[in-house]
């Protein structure tokens, strides 16, 4: 369970570093791109990543799953770009997922042997995906002091699970060869992403603020993301 505790004090100091940069990027200007590299980073706030519903619902008398975060929901972005002119953009980026656990507790068996004790399994799996992409980049000015942007490619995911079963009642006894005891899997896919933002400049328009509302395209739900990240003109 996650817990927010927001204090006056110390809420009121980001919310001026935040307006006093903003005043400040509004007042310097949007140069127009100049063809050349760019490097972005950012942190990205993954919204989307609730507990999941099972298709098949679990009642036996006993049997509980649990889920819950096992790290933040915010997590570090990095990219490199190219302007290829003033519109149009191509960019590589690197992020990755919360890591997400599912456990289960007192999983009743009947005993392998007759007259022998019930066996008491209890189960725990943890996920995760680290994803790198390349899409294409498109500006629209609206004015000197503001872009709005539109970004689409292609995702390269690398799902990761491990998964683990311990027997609560019988610590001494081996089941390798009965039950796996502990597994990792790994699988890896191409998603459809997407992304739409701001840009606000700063530093005499060499860098830029950026906001972006982000999403995968999985074969479940999408999952979504927010990000808000830093773009430092190389021109190279």
């Known amino acids: 369970m996650e817990n927010f505790n927001l204090k006056k004090s110390s809420f009121s100091r980001p919310i001026t570093i935040i307006a006093s940069t903003l005043i400040f990027g509004l007042t310097t200007g949007l140069s127009a ?9 950012g942190v990205t706030y993954w919204d989307g990543f609730d507990a999941p519903s099972l298709e098949d619902e679990i009642t036996l ?14 997590k570090l972005s990095l990219g490199v770009g190219f302007h290829l002119d003033e519109q149009w953009s191509i960019e590589g980026f690197y992020v990755s997922t919360p890591e997400r656990v599912f456990s289960g507790n007192n999983w ?42 539109v970004k689409g490619g292609i995702a390269f995911v690398k799902h990761e699970s491990s998964q683990s079963i311990t027997v609560e009642n019988l610590p001494g006894v081996s089941f390798e060869n009965i039950i796996p005891t502990s597994f990792t899997q ?4 191409q998603e459809f992403f997407g992304a739409i933002g701001a840009r606000i ?6 860098a830029c603020l950026t906001f972006a509302y982000q999403f995968i395209e999985t074969d479940d739900d999408p ?7 830093f773009q430092w003109n190389l021109n190279l």
């Not at 791109?33 to 980073?41: C, D, L, R, W």
């Not at 999952?223 to 990240?229: D, H, Y």
């Open 33 to 41: 791109k100049e063809t050349g590299f760019y490097i972005h980073g």
């Open 108 to 149: 009743m068996f009947p005993p392998l042997q007759p007259g022998g004790d019930p066996i008491s399994l209890t189960w725990s799996a943890k996920t995760k995906q680290t994803i790198g992409g390349v899409g294409g980049i498109y500006d629209f000015y609206l004015n000197e002091n503001l872009s709005l942007f």
């Open 201 to 206: 400049p700063i530093m005499q328009g060499n």
């Open 186 to 189: 790994e699988e890896d896919t």
């Open 223 to 229: 999952e979504t993301s927010f990000e808000i990240g």
């Open 61 to 74: 008398p006993g049997v509980s799953i649990d889920y819950e975060l096992d790290d933040s929901r915010a």
